[in-house]
């Protein structure tokens, strides 16, 4: 049983700024795709970040320029930082990981998943 823990969440106002964290097995970390999903009342879960190894492969084209992913794997842990946060940003967030292939327009098909961490963005 692969456990992803994910910490962070919170409310921030608009223009804040939100740091999530991801631990996982540390052969996860290392070899399966390891991304970021959101979602939101009412929407389907999209991906947000993903990263395979050290190639960040996606960032949603609506949080670029203000969401990084990373990890360090001598922690064994999954980062997003999230600046410039907008109300829009508003959802559930969610660490997963999947061995490679890995298609982020279908979380249905990821392996491994957390339990979510909130984000509320005010205005």
């Known amino acids: 049983q692969v456990q992803l823990m994910e910490s962070g969440g919170g409310s921030v106002q608009a223009g804040g700024s939100l740091r999530l964290s991801c631990t996982a097995p540390q052969h996860i970390v290392k070899s399966a795709c390891m991304g970021w999903f959101r979602q939101a009342p009412g929407k389907e879960r999209e991906g947000v970040a993903v990263?395979?190894?050290?190639?960040?492969?996606y960032y949603a084209d609506s949080v670029k320029g203000r969401f990084t992913i990373s990890q360090e794997n001598a922690e064994n842990t999954m980062y997003l930082q999230m600046n410039s946060l907008k109300p829009e940003d508003t959802g559930m967030y969610f660490c997963?990981?999947?061995?490679?292939?890995?298609?982020?327009?279908?979380?249905?098909?990821?392996?491994?998943w957390g339990q979510g961490t909130q984000v509320t963005v005010a205005s």
């Open positions: 997963a990981a999947d061995p490679p292939p890995c298609r982020v327009g279908e979380p249905a098909t990821w392996d491994y």
């Open positions: 990263r395979t190894g050290d190639i960040i492969t």
